[in-house]
Protein backbone atom coordinates (compact mmCIF):
# COMPACT_ATOMS: atom_id res chain seq x y z
CA UNK A 1 0.00 0.00 0.00
CA UNK A 2 1.44 3.45 0.50
CA UNK A 3 4.69 3.05 1.28
CA UNK A 4 4.42 -0.06 2.97
CA UNK A 5 8.28 -1.30 3.26
CA UNK A 6 7.45 -4.76 4.67
CA UNK A 7 6.73 -8.03 2.84
CA UNK A 8 3.31 -8.77 2.01
CA UNK A 9 1.75 -11.84 4.28
CA UNK A 10 1.68 -14.71 1.82
CA UNK A 11 -1.67 -14.27 -0.47
CA UNK A 12 -4.65 -16.99 0.01
CA UNK A 13 -4.24 -19.73 -2.55
CA UNK A 14 -8.03 -20.21 -2.64
CA UNK A 15 -8.77 -16.05 -3.19
CA UNK A 16 -6.16 -15.78 -6.19
CA UNK A 17 -7.77 -15.44 -9.57
CA UNK A 18 -5.98 -17.25 -12.32
CA UNK A 19 -4.18 -14.23 -14.69
CA UNK A 20 -5.53 -13.95 -18.38
CA UNK A 21 -5.65 -16.41 -21.27
CA UNK A 22 -5.73 -14.41 -23.99
CA UNK A 23 -3.91 -11.08 -25.67
CA UNK A 24 -4.29 -7.69 -24.52
CA UNK A 25 -6.77 -5.63 -27.31
CA UNK A 26 -6.74 -1.96 -27.88
CA UNK A 27 -9.10 -0.09 -25.30
CA UNK A 28 -12.04 0.13 -27.05
CA UNK A 29 -14.44 3.55 -27.58
CA UNK A 30 -17.34 3.65 -25.97
CA UNK A 31 -20.52 6.13 -25.55
CA UNK A 32 -19.87 7.40 -22.15
CA UNK A 33 -21.56 10.11 -20.83
CA UNK A 34 -18.65 12.79 -19.68
CA UNK A 35 -19.79 14.30 -17.27
CA UNK A 36 -20.60 11.04 -15.16
CA UNK A 37 -16.78 10.38 -15.38
CA UNK A 38 -15.47 9.41 -11.18
CA UNK A 39 -12.62 8.52 -9.29
CA UNK A 40 -11.30 6.40 -6.75
CA UNK A 41 -8.71 4.94 -5.02
CA UNK A 42 -6.89 3.06 -2.03
CA UNK A 43 -3.90 4.44 -0.51
CA UNK A 44 -1.42 5.10 -3.22
CA UNK A 45 -4.77 4.86 -5.64
CA UNK A 46 -6.61 7.14 -3.35
CA UNK A 47 -3.26 10.06 -3.39
CA UNK A 48 -3.81 9.37 -7.07
CA UNK A 49 -7.44 9.68 -6.96
CA UNK A 50 -7.17 13.11 -5.00
CA UNK A 51 -4.63 13.99 -7.59
CA UNK A 52 -6.53 12.88 -10.75
CA UNK A 53 -9.50 14.76 -9.11
CA UNK A 54 -8.67 17.80 -8.31
CA UNK A 55 -5.74 18.36 -11.72
CA UNK A 56 -8.74 17.17 -14.25
CA UNK A 57 -11.79 18.52 -12.14
CA UNK A 58 -13.08 18.98 -15.37
CA UNK A 59 -13.41 15.79 -16.12
CA UNK A 60 -13.93 14.21 -12.49
CA UNK A 61 -16.36 16.81 -11.72
CA UNK A 62 -18.89 14.62 -10.82
CA UNK A 63 -16.75 13.75 -7.82
CA UNK A 64 -14.49 10.99 -5.88
CA UNK A 65 -14.32 8.53 -3.43
CA UNK A 66 -10.52 8.42 -1.28
CA UNK A 67 -9.80 4.82 0.89
CA UNK A 68 -6.56 6.14 2.88
CA UNK A 69 -5.35 8.79 1.37
CA UNK A 70 -4.12 12.47 2.07
CA UNK A 71 -4.54 16.05 0.57
CA UNK A 72 -3.87 17.32 -2.83
CA UNK A 73 0.15 17.32 -2.67
CA UNK A 74 0.55 15.83 0.91
CA UNK A 75 3.88 15.21 0.17
CA UNK A 76 5.32 18.06 -1.98
CA UNK A 77 7.97 16.03 -3.44
CA UNK A 78 9.59 14.40 -0.73
CA UNK A 79 9.50 11.29 0.48
CA UNK A 80 10.18 12.01 3.83
CA UNK A 81 7.06 13.99 4.00
CA UNK A 82 5.23 11.16 2.08
CA UNK A 83 5.86 8.16 4.70
CA UNK A 84 5.80 11.01 7.63
CA UNK A 85 3.14 13.55 7.53
CA UNK A 86 1.28 11.80 4.73
CA UNK A 87 0.83 8.40 6.17
CA UNK A 88 1.86 8.54 10.15
CA UNK A 89 2.53 11.91 11.37
CA UNK A 90 -0.97 14.23 10.45
CA UNK A 91 -0.26 16.62 12.93
CA UNK A 92 2.37 18.05 10.56
CA UNK A 93 0.78 18.23 7.06
CA UNK A 94 0.43 21.66 5.81
CA UNK A 95 -3.52 21.72 4.73
CA UNK A 96 -3.76 25.64 4.32
CA UNK A 97 -0.07 25.76 2.73
CA UNK A 98 -1.58 23.05 0.19
CA UNK A 99 -4.57 24.66 -0.35
CA UNK A 100 -2.72 27.88 -1.51
CA UNK A 101 -1.00 25.76 -3.85
CA UNK A 102 -4.08 24.32 -5.77
CA UNK A 103 -4.98 27.37 -5.98
CA UNK A 104 -1.93 29.34 -7.28
CA UNK A 105 -1.11 25.74 -9.89
CA UNK A 106 -4.72 26.48 -10.94
CA UNK A 107 -3.84 30.09 -11.71
CA UNK A 108 -1.28 29.30 -13.57
CA UNK A 109 -2.58 26.37 -15.71
CA UNK A 110 -0.62 23.55 -14.28
CA UNK A 111 -4.22 22.10 -12.96
CA UNK A 112 -7.56 22.56 -13.88
CA UNK A 113 -9.74 25.97 -12.54
CA UNK A 114 -10.88 24.66 -8.60
CA UNK A 115 -14.42 25.93 -9.63
CA UNK A 116 -15.02 22.75 -11.45
CA UNK A 117 -14.75 21.25 -7.34
CA UNK A 118 -18.58 23.41 -6.48
CA UNK A 119 -20.52 20.51 -7.45
CA UNK A 120 -18.66 17.22 -7.12
CA UNK A 121 -19.29 14.78 -4.62
CA UNK A 122 -16.61 13.37 -2.17
CA UNK A 123 -16.70 10.24 -0.60
CA UNK A 124 -14.02 9.53 2.33
CA UNK A 125 -13.38 6.40 4.43
CA UNK A 126 -10.69 5.45 7.18
CA UNK A 127 -10.33 2.42 9.20
CA UNK A 128 -10.42 3.23 12.43
CA UNK A 129 -7.35 0.66 13.08
CA UNK A 130 -5.76 1.64 9.86
CA UNK A 131 -2.02 1.89 11.02
CA UNK A 132 -0.56 2.70 7.82
CA UNK A 133 -2.10 5.98 6.55
CA UNK A 134 -3.31 7.23 10.05
CA UNK A 135 -7.20 8.55 10.05
CA UNK A 136 -5.49 11.79 10.94
CA UNK A 137 -4.47 12.13 7.46
CA UNK A 138 -7.85 12.03 5.76
CA UNK A 139 -9.13 14.32 8.53
CA UNK A 140 -6.55 16.57 6.91
CA UNK A 141 -8.06 15.67 3.50
CA UNK A 142 -11.65 16.38 4.73
CA UNK A 143 -10.36 19.81 5.60
CA UNK A 144 -8.48 20.15 2.67
CA UNK A 145 -11.58 19.50 0.40
CA UNK A 146 -13.76 22.27 2.71
CA UNK A 147 -12.03 24.82 0.79
CA UNK A 148 -13.16 24.00 -2.63
CA UNK A 149 -16.37 21.11 -2.34
CA UNK A 150 -19.73 22.03 -0.19
CA UNK A 151 -19.57 20.19 3.13
CA UNK A 152 -23.63 18.47 2.20
CA UNK A 153 -21.26 16.79 -0.48
CA UNK A 154 -19.23 15.44 1.27
CA UNK A 155 -19.78 11.95 3.50
CA UNK A 156 -17.01 10.61 5.85
CA UNK A 157 -16.89 7.57 7.02
CA UNK A 158 -14.56 6.94 10.02
CA UNK A 159 -16.08 4.39 12.27
CA UNK A 160 -15.38 1.04 11.30
CA UNK A 161 -12.77 -1.21 12.89
CA UNK A 162 -10.24 -1.87 9.81
CA UNK A 163 -6.91 -2.16 9.16
CA UNK A 164 -5.65 -0.38 5.43
CA UNK A 165 -7.57 -2.51 2.95
CA UNK A 166 -10.03 -1.94 0.54
CA UNK A 167 -13.32 -3.25 2.77
CA UNK A 168 -15.65 -5.42 1.26
CA UNK A 169 -18.96 -6.96 3.04
CA UNK A 170 -17.97 -10.88 1.82
CA UNK A 171 -14.29 -11.08 0.46
CA UNK A 172 -10.51 -10.71 1.42
CA UNK A 173 -8.82 -11.28 5.15
CA UNK A 174 -10.20 -10.52 8.48
CA UNK A 175 -11.23 -6.67 9.07
CA UNK A 176 -7.94 -6.06 11.19
CA UNK A 177 -5.77 -7.82 9.39
CA UNK A 178 -2.90 -6.11 7.50
CA UNK A 179 -1.19 -7.73 4.23
CA UNK A 180 -1.89 -8.88 1.08
CA UNK A 181 -4.07 -8.44 -0.51
CA UNK A 182 -4.89 -5.47 1.54
CA UNK A 183 -8.83 -6.49 0.87
CA UNK A 184 -10.74 -6.88 3.84
CA UNK A 185 -14.25 -8.28 4.66
CA UNK A 186 -15.64 -5.91 7.07
CA UNK A 187 -19.01 -6.27 6.56
CA UNK A 188 -19.43 -3.23 4.92
CA UNK A 189 -19.77 -2.99 0.98
CA UNK A 190 -17.74 0.14 0.60
CA UNK A 191 -17.84 0.15 -2.98
CA UNK A 192 -21.66 -0.04 -2.90
CA UNK A 193 -21.50 2.83 -0.40
CA UNK A 194 -19.00 5.16 -2.34
CA UNK A 195 -20.74 4.33 -5.77
CA UNK A 196 -24.08 5.39 -4.50
CA UNK A 197 -22.81 8.86 -3.18
CA UNK A 198 -21.07 9.65 -6.14
CA UNK A 199 -23.63 8.66 -8.54
CA UNK A 200 -26.95 8.89 -6.03
CA UNK A 201 -29.61 5.98 -6.11
CA UNK A 202 -28.47 3.09 -8.13
CA UNK A 203 -30.38 -0.12 -9.10
CA UNK A 204 -29.14 -3.01 -6.86
CA UNK A 205 -25.90 -4.62 -7.28
CA UNK A 206 -25.77 -7.94 -9.65
CA UNK A 207 -25.18 -10.70 -7.05
CA UNK A 208 -24.51 -13.74 -9.51
CA UNK A 209 -21.50 -14.70 -11.60
CA UNK A 210 -20.78 -11.73 -13.98
CA UNK A 211 -19.88 -12.53 -17.67
CA UNK A 212 -16.41 -13.45 -18.51
CA UNK A 213 -16.16 -11.72 -21.73
CA UNK A 214 -17.07 -8.40 -19.37
CA UNK A 215 -13.41 -8.09 -18.23
CA UNK A 216 -11.14 -7.09 -20.78
CA UNK A 217 -7.63 -6.59 -20.32
CA UNK A 218 -6.13 -4.29 -23.23
CA UNK A 219 -2.70 -2.29 -24.48
CA UNK A 220 -1.44 0.40 -21.36
CA UNK A 221 1.85 0.80 -22.83
CA UNK A 222 -0.23 2.67 -26.16
CA UNK A 223 -0.56 5.46 -23.62
CA UNK A 224 2.63 4.94 -21.45
CA UNK A 225 5.71 3.99 -21.86
CA UNK A 226 6.95 2.72 -18.65
CA UNK A 227 6.97 5.55 -16.03
CA UNK A 228 6.02 3.17 -13.23
CA UNK A 229 2.97 1.72 -15.52
CA UNK A 230 2.39 -1.96 -16.81
CA UNK A 231 2.18 -2.37 -20.43
CA UNK A 232 -1.32 -3.56 -19.73
CA UNK A 233 -4.42 -2.62 -17.90
CA UNK A 234 -7.96 -3.81 -17.05
CA UNK A 235 -11.66 -3.10 -17.90
CA UNK A 236 -14.82 -3.90 -16.69
CA UNK A 237 -17.26 -3.14 -19.38
CA UNK A 238 -20.87 -4.23 -18.75
CA UNK A 239 -22.82 -6.26 -21.59
CA UNK A 240 -25.13 -3.03 -22.82
CA UNK A 241 -22.30 -1.06 -22.96
CA UNK A 242 -20.36 -2.84 -25.13
CA UNK A 243 -19.15 -1.19 -28.85
CA UNK A 244 -22.77 -1.57 -30.16
CA UNK A 245 -24.61 -2.53 -27.09
CA UNK A 246 -26.79 1.07 -27.64
CA UNK A 247 -26.70 2.56 -24.53
CA UNK A 248 -25.11 5.48 -22.84
CA UNK A 249 -22.66 4.92 -20.05
CA UNK A 250 -20.92 6.21 -17.09
CA UNK A 251 -17.48 5.72 -16.28
CA UNK A 252 -15.76 4.65 -12.61
CA UNK A 253 -11.62 4.89 -12.40
CA UNK A 254 -10.47 2.36 -9.66
CA UNK A 255 -6.89 2.63 -8.88
CA UNK A 256 -5.22 0.12 -6.73
CA UNK A 257 -2.89 1.18 -3.91
CA UNK A 258 1.00 -0.31 -3.34
CA UNK A 259 1.75 -3.77 -3.82
CA UNK A 260 -1.95 -4.35 -5.36
CA UNK A 261 -1.60 -4.40 -9.09
CA UNK A 262 -2.19 -7.47 -11.66
CA UNK A 263 1.59 -8.68 -10.93
CA UNK A 264 1.35 -8.53 -6.71
CA UNK A 265 -2.17 -9.93 -6.20
CA UNK A 266 -3.50 -11.54 -9.58
CA UNK A 267 -6.61 -9.86 -10.52
CA UNK A 268 -8.17 -9.74 -7.06
CA UNK A 269 -8.68 -5.89 -7.12
CA UNK A 270 -9.83 -5.75 -10.52
CA UNK A 271 -12.37 -8.60 -9.66
CA UNK A 272 -13.13 -8.69 -5.70
CA UNK A 273 -13.28 -5.51 -4.87
CA UNK A 274 -17.42 -5.19 -5.45
CA UNK A 275 -17.03 -2.32 -7.89
CA UNK A 276 -18.11 -4.68 -10.89
CA UNK A 277 -21.54 -5.81 -9.81
CA UNK A 278 -22.81 -2.45 -8.91
CA UNK A 279 -21.21 -1.62 -12.77
CA UNK A 280 -23.35 -4.35 -14.52
CA UNK A 281 -26.42 -3.38 -12.99
CA UNK A 282 -26.17 0.35 -13.75
CA UNK A 283 -24.29 0.38 -16.90
CA UNK A 284 -21.01 2.46 -15.17
CA UNK A 285 -17.92 1.01 -17.15
CA UNK A 286 -14.86 0.47 -14.72
CA UNK A 287 -11.33 1.28 -15.95
CA UNK A 288 -8.67 -0.60 -13.70
CA UNK A 289 -5.41 1.05 -14.81
CA UNK A 290 -2.13 -0.48 -13.39
CA UNK A 291 1.40 -0.17 -12.22
CA UNK A 292 4.00 -1.88 -12.61
CA UNK A 293 6.49 -3.63 -10.45
CA UNK A 294 9.42 -1.33 -11.63
CA UNK A 295 7.39 1.11 -9.18
CA UNK A 296 8.39 1.79 -5.99
CA UNK A 297 6.28 -0.90 -4.21
CA UNK A 298 4.09 -0.93 -6.78
CA UNK A 299 2.95 2.19 -5.52
CA UNK A 300 1.62 5.48 -7.74
CA UNK A 301 3.40 8.58 -8.05
CA UNK A 302 2.48 10.75 -4.96
CA UNK A 303 5.35 11.87 -4.00
CA UNK A 304 7.57 12.77 -7.25
CA UNK A 305 9.81 8.83 -7.63
CA UNK A 306 8.81 9.35 -11.55
CA UNK A 307 8.12 13.01 -12.15
CA UNK A 308 8.75 16.74 -10.31
CA UNK A 309 5.46 17.54 -12.05
CA UNK A 310 3.46 14.02 -10.35
CA UNK A 311 0.31 15.98 -9.27
CA UNK A 312 0.17 18.68 -12.45
CA UNK A 313 -1.68 17.54 -15.54
CA UNK A 314 1.48 17.43 -16.89
CA UNK A 315 2.36 14.15 -14.58
CA UNK A 316 3.19 11.00 -16.69
CA UNK A 317 1.37 8.73 -14.95
CA UNK A 318 -2.09 11.72 -14.51
CA UNK A 319 -1.73 12.38 -18.11
CA UNK A 320 -2.09 9.12 -19.14
CA UNK A 321 -5.26 7.99 -17.45
CA UNK A 322 -6.54 11.09 -18.48
CA UNK A 323 -5.69 9.97 -22.44
CA UNK A 324 -7.39 6.58 -21.05
CA UNK A 325 -10.02 7.78 -19.91
CA UNK A 326 -10.43 10.30 -23.36
CA UNK A 327 -10.12 7.06 -25.31
CA UNK A 328 -13.15 5.24 -23.51
CA UNK A 329 -15.13 8.29 -24.04
CA UNK A 330 -14.31 8.75 -27.90
CA UNK A 331 -16.96 6.51 -29.30
CA UNK A 332 -20.03 8.44 -28.35
CA UNK A 333 -23.03 8.82 -31.09
CA UNK A 334 -22.93 12.88 -31.35
CA UNK A 335 -22.32 13.80 -34.51
CA UNK A 336 -19.40 16.35 -34.54
CA UNK A 337 -20.14 19.93 -35.19
CA UNK A 338 -20.31 20.43 -39.10
CA UNK A 339 -18.74 24.06 -38.34
CA UNK A 340 -16.74 24.07 -35.49
CA UNK A 341 -15.21 27.44 -34.34
CA UNK A 342 -11.26 26.45 -34.20
CA UNK A 343 -8.95 27.54 -31.77
CA UNK A 344 -6.19 30.38 -33.34
CA UNK A 345 -2.81 29.36 -34.17
CA UNK A 346 -0.22 29.50 -30.81
CA UNK A 347 2.00 32.19 -31.33
CA UNK A 348 5.70 32.94 -30.19
CA UNK A 349 7.17 29.73 -31.51
CA UNK A 350 10.32 28.69 -30.80
CA UNK A 351 12.96 25.95 -30.96
CA UNK A 352 16.18 26.64 -28.63
CA UNK A 353 18.13 23.86 -26.19
CA UNK A 354 19.77 22.05 -29.38
CA UNK A 355 21.04 18.81 -28.59
CA UNK A 356 22.83 16.03 -31.20
CA UNK A 357 18.93 14.25 -31.03
CA UNK A 358 16.27 16.72 -29.18
CA UNK A 359 15.21 19.87 -29.54
CA UNK A 360 13.14 22.16 -27.03
CA UNK A 361 10.16 23.98 -27.97
CA UNK A 362 8.27 26.82 -26.90
CA UNK A 363 5.14 28.77 -27.52
CA UNK A 364 2.70 31.51 -25.84
CA UNK A 365 -0.75 30.13 -24.38
CA UNK A 366 -4.20 29.91 -26.35
CA UNK A 367 -7.05 31.17 -24.06
CA UNK A 368 -9.41 28.22 -24.76
CA UNK A 369 -7.10 25.55 -25.36
CA UNK A 370 -7.39 22.14 -23.27
CA UNK A 371 -3.72 21.37 -24.58
CA UNK A 372 -1.56 21.06 -27.28
CA UNK A 373 -0.18 19.27 -30.23
CA UNK A 374 2.95 19.10 -31.68
CA UNK A 375 4.13 18.69 -35.27
CA UNK A 376 7.30 17.84 -37.02
CA UNK A 377 7.48 17.92 -40.41
CA UNK A 378 4.05 17.75 -40.80
CA UNK A 379 3.87 14.42 -38.47
CA UNK A 380 2.19 14.67 -34.56
CA UNK A 381 4.93 13.87 -32.63
CA UNK A 382 3.20 13.69 -28.95
CA UNK A 383 1.69 10.59 -27.79
CA UNK A 384 -0.32 12.85 -25.35
CA UNK A 385 -1.93 16.40 -25.25
CA UNK A 386 1.02 18.39 -24.09
CA UNK A 387 -0.49 20.78 -20.71
CA UNK A 388 1.46 22.88 -20.74
CA UNK A 389 3.21 25.57 -23.25
CA UNK A 390 6.55 23.52 -23.98
CA UNK A 391 7.42 20.04 -25.50
CA UNK A 392 11.05 18.94 -25.86
CA UNK A 393 10.61 16.79 -29.28
CA UNK A 394 13.83 14.02 -28.73
CA UNK A 395 14.75 10.61 -31.31
CA UNK A 396 16.23 13.22 -33.38
CA UNK A 397 18.93 12.46 -35.82
CA UNK A 398 22.03 14.37 -35.12
CA UNK A 399 23.11 17.62 -37.38
CA UNK A 400 19.71 17.18 -39.36
CA UNK A 401 17.26 20.48 -39.72
CA UNK A 402 13.71 19.80 -38.42
CA UNK A 403 10.32 22.25 -39.12
CA UNK A 404 7.98 22.21 -36.24
CA UNK A 405 3.99 23.59 -35.84
CA UNK A 406 2.11 23.45 -33.11
CA UNK A 407 -1.81 23.41 -33.08
CA UNK A 408 -4.02 24.47 -29.92
CA UNK A 409 -6.86 21.62 -28.68
CA UNK A 410 -10.30 22.26 -26.83
CA UNK A 411 -11.85 20.05 -24.81
CA UNK A 412 -13.49 18.30 -27.31
CA UNK A 413 -10.19 16.76 -28.98
CA UNK A 414 -10.75 19.38 -31.35
CA UNK A 415 -7.69 20.78 -33.32
CA UNK A 416 -6.84 24.91 -34.20
CA UNK A 417 -5.29 26.51 -36.57
CA UNK A 418 -1.19 25.46 -37.65
CA UNK A 419 0.90 27.99 -36.00
CA UNK A 420 3.74 29.46 -38.26
CA UNK A 421 6.38 27.04 -38.82
CA UNK A 422 9.95 27.45 -36.78
CA UNK A 423 13.18 25.29 -38.07
CA UNK A 424 16.11 24.10 -36.30
CA UNK A 425 19.11 22.18 -36.62
CA UNK A 426 20.11 19.52 -34.19
CA UNK A 427 23.63 19.25 -33.24
CA UNK A 428 26.68 17.19 -34.40
CA UNK A 429 26.93 13.80 -32.74
CA UNK A 430 29.32 14.18 -29.66
CA UNK A 431 32.99 13.64 -30.67
CA UNK A 432 31.20 13.65 -34.15
CA UNK A 433 30.34 9.87 -33.38
CA UNK A 434 27.55 7.86 -31.95
CA UNK A 435 26.28 9.20 -28.38
CA UNK A 436 28.33 7.97 -25.46
CA UNK A 437 26.83 6.20 -23.19
CA UNK A 438 28.01 5.72 -19.27
CA UNK A 439 26.61 2.76 -17.14
CA UNK A 440 27.06 3.49 -13.20
CA UNK A 441 24.63 3.90 -9.69
CA UNK A 442 22.91 6.86 -9.88
CA UNK A 443 25.01 8.04 -6.79
CA UNK A 444 27.93 7.70 -9.25
CA UNK A 445 26.13 9.49 -12.10
CA UNK A 446 25.75 12.77 -9.59
CA UNK A 447 29.40 12.86 -8.72
CA UNK A 448 30.12 12.77 -12.14
CA UNK A 449 27.86 15.77 -12.81
CA UNK A 450 25.96 13.49 -15.32
CA UNK A 451 22.37 13.69 -13.11
CA UNK A 452 21.49 15.76 -10.19
CA UNK A 453 19.94 14.38 -7.13
CA UNK A 454 16.42 16.13 -5.56
CA UNK A 455 14.93 14.68 -2.48
CA UNK A 456 15.90 11.39 -2.63
CA UNK A 457 15.49 11.04 -6.09
CA UNK A 458 17.76 11.25 -9.33
CA UNK A 459 17.26 13.20 -12.71
CA UNK A 460 19.34 13.40 -15.86
CA UNK A 461 20.68 16.22 -16.50
CA UNK A 462 19.47 18.52 -19.93
CA UNK A 463 16.61 16.02 -20.28
CA UNK A 464 15.36 16.05 -16.40
CA UNK A 465 14.29 12.18 -16.85
CA UNK A 466 13.70 10.47 -13.35
CA UNK A 467 16.28 7.88 -12.54
CA UNK A 468 14.84 6.40 -9.34
CA UNK A 469 16.14 6.30 -6.04
CA UNK A 470 19.85 8.36 -5.15
CA UNK A 471 21.81 5.57 -3.63
CA UNK A 472 24.32 3.23 -4.89
CA UNK A 473 22.39 0.75 -5.71
CA UNK A 474 20.00 1.48 -8.23
CA UNK A 475 21.92 1.40 -11.66
CA UNK A 476 21.26 3.44 -14.70
CA UNK A 477 22.88 3.57 -18.22
CA UNK A 478 22.68 7.57 -19.10
CA UNK A 479 23.46 8.56 -23.15
CA UNK A 480 24.99 11.14 -23.75
CA UNK A 481 23.51 13.45 -26.55
CA UNK A 482 24.89 17.12 -25.87
CA UNK A 483 26.88 19.29 -24.23
CA UNK A 484 25.79 17.98 -20.79
CA UNK A 485 22.89 16.73 -21.83
CA UNK A 486 21.94 13.10 -21.03
CA UNK A 487 18.89 10.93 -21.62
CA UNK A 488 17.93 7.07 -20.51
CA UNK A 489 18.96 4.54 -23.12
CA UNK A 490 21.66 2.57 -24.49
CA UNK A 491 24.42 2.78 -27.17
CA UNK A 492 24.48 0.36 -30.34
Known sequence: MALTFIRPATTLAACIVAGSAWAAVDLPALNIDKSQTTV?????????????????????????????G???????????????????????????????????WASQGHIDPVSNLQNSRVYLFSGSVDSVVKTGVMDALKTYYSSFVPASNVVYKKDLAAEHAMVTDDYGSACSVKGSPYINDCNFDLAGALL??????????????????????????AFIANHGMASTGWAYIPQACQAGGGATCRLHVALHGCKQNVSDVQQQYVRNTGF???????????LYPQTSTTAT????????????NY????????????AMVDRLGSGGGTQPDPDPVLLPAPTGVSA????????????????????YHVYRNGNKVNALTVYGTSYTDSGLAASTTYQWTVRAVDAQGVQGAASTPVSATTLAASGGDAPTCTTASNYAHTL????????????????????GWWNIYTTTTLKKTGPNYYVIGTCP
Not at 60 to 68: E, Y
Not at 196 to 221: C, D, M, W
Request: net charge positive; with cysteine.
Open 40 to 68: SGLSSGGYMAVQLHVAYSSVFAKGAGIVA
Open 352 to 371: SGATASSMALGWNSVAGAEG
Open 311 to 322: AKKTGPQMAAIK
Open 297 to 308: NSCWDWWGYDSA
Open 448 to 467: AGRAYALYGLTYANGSGQGM
Open 276 to 286: NRWAEANNIVV
Open 196 to 221: QHLYGPLNARINGTLPSGNFVEFKQS
Open 70 to 104: GPFYCAEGSVVNATGRCMASPAGIPTSTLVNTTNT
